[in-house]
Structures are given as C-alpha cells and as structure tokens.
Antibody, heavy 128, light 113 residues
Framework: QLQLQESGPGLVKPSGTLSLTCAVS?????????WTWVRQPPGKGLEWIGE?????????????KGRPSLRSRVTISVDKSKNHFSLTVTSVTAADTAVYYC???????????????WGQGTLVTVSS | DIVMTQSPDSLAVSLGETATINCKSS????????????LAWHQQKPGQPPKLLMY???TRESGVPDRFSGSGSGTDFTLTISSLQAEDVAVYYC?????????FGQGTKLEIK
C-alpha cells in the first residue's frame, strides 16, 4: 500500500528557508502519477502549493498570497534515486506557519490527476 | 483561478439523519469531451490528513461507505451523507481538478446535534 511520509524541521526562523521531504513507499515515484504539496494554516483550509512529475516538470500555484508571493519563493524537486520529492520555501514569515502535506495525484484514464493519497502532514512553525 | 464556495460553513445533524453539503464553482468543471465533472470531495477528521471520498463528482473512492453520495454537474454540486454516524464528524472539502492551480472550498464542519 502506498505510504507518504513528510520529514523536516518543525521550527524555522523568520527569513529562513523551509525544507521538507516526502518519502514515497509502496510505490514508485516514476509512475504516471504526480506528486503534490498542500498546506493548511492552523484552523484554516487547504491550499494547493504545487506538483511535480518524475521528469521534473512542475506546476505551481501562482495565486498563493504572501509578501513576497509564495510562488516566487517555492521550489518543488524530485529525487528518483531516493524515491522522494521535496519542497523548499525561502524567506519564510509567520504566514507560512502551517501543516504541510505531501500527496499523490493519481493519473486517471482521461489524463487528469486526482489527489487520492495524503501523508500524515508535518507542522512547520515560523518563529524566532 | 476557479473559486470553490461551500455552504453551509458548518452544520449539526442528528445521528441517523441526513447531512447535505453544497459546493459551487466559479466556472464549470464539466469537461464535454470526457463527459465528466472534475470535482472531488475530501473528508478531514480531527487531527488527521484529508481523505479522498468522491471523485468525478459522484464516484466513491474504494472503501467509502455507500451512505456517502455525490451529485451535481457544471458548477453546482452536493455531498449527501445519509444515516449519519458519529464517525462522520469531520470537515468536508470540495476540490476541483479541472485546471491548475487545484482549488478547494473553504470547508464545511459537520457535527452531531
């Protein structure tokens, strides 16, 4: 059964860099699926950050707010040799405090992907 | 971006009764060439990650009880939970996968009355 596990520091200082990794087990990151990051600020809803295919092709959310905008500070990468993918957010502020989830977007037979498997999530707090 | 708006924000329903959650998209998520609505529902229980309940607006994910049903097309969708059980207490999110960025509704919190 597919399992996704996020890992990374739970505390990041303001203006620092948030780095998380999602380990994929029970399946291959080189499948037809896409690999996604979603975040959830405390007590709030879900925000789609972006996704990556094993070839390195990415889609990001250009609309996520922040000063500067999250889109300009986010990078998603993949490491096929380790069967994991990663999220990096630079210049973090308190507004980036959230539970960060990695998830699989399952490739469907009509070519679109559906979020179907979620990791347990990891809380990242931005504070000095 | 497609804006997803759910109603109500919260509701309380008695055990054994039916809960109805609505979701409206700012533009149609129906794709003519596939004849499908690109709309999913996720359930998030307290302290847990979201879980896929429904996709294509009305197809239950494997293992989801048949008391959960989805309906609607175009821009208006409904998640219905019949014979409500205590384990159904959760926040429910609709989500479109018609375009990127994928977007979610703000969530509907379901409680037991």
């Amino acid at each position: 059964q597919l399992q996704l596990q996020e890992s990374g520091p739970g505390l990041v200082k303001p203006s620092g860099t948030l780095s998380l990794t999602c380990a994929v087990s029970g399946g291959s990151i080189t499948s037809s699926d896409w690999w996604t990051w979603v975040r959830q600020p405390p007590g709030k809803g879900l925000e789609w950050i972006g996704e990556i295919f094993h070839t390195g092709t990415t889609n990001y959310n250009p609309s996520l707010k922040g000063r500067p905008s999250l889109r300009s500070r986010v990078t998603i990468s993949v490491d096929k040799s380790k069967n994991h993918f990663s999220l990096t957010v630079t210049s973090v502020t308190a507004a980036d405090t959230a539970v960060y989830y990695c998830a699989r977007a399952r490739y469907s037979d009509v070519g679109v992907t559906i979020l179907d498997y979620w990791g347990q999530g990891t809380l990242v707090t931005v504070s000095s | 971006d497609i804006v997803m708006t759910q109603s109500p924000d919260s509701l309380a329903v008695s055990l054994g009764e039916t809960a109805t959650i609505n979701c409206k998209s700012s533009q149609s998520v129906f794709y003519r060439s596939t004849n499908k609505n690109y709309l999913a529902w996720h359930q998030q229980k307290p302290g847990q990650p979201p879980k896929l309940l429904m996709y294509w607006a009305s197809t239950r994910e494997s293992g989801v009880p048949d008391r959960f049903s989805g309906s609607g097309s175009g821009t208006d969708f409904t998640l219905t939970i019949s014979s409500l059980q205590a384990e159904d207490v959760a926040v429910y999110y609709c989500q479109q996968y018609y375009v990127t960025p994928r977007t979610f509704g703000q969530g509907t919190k379901l409680e037991i009355k």
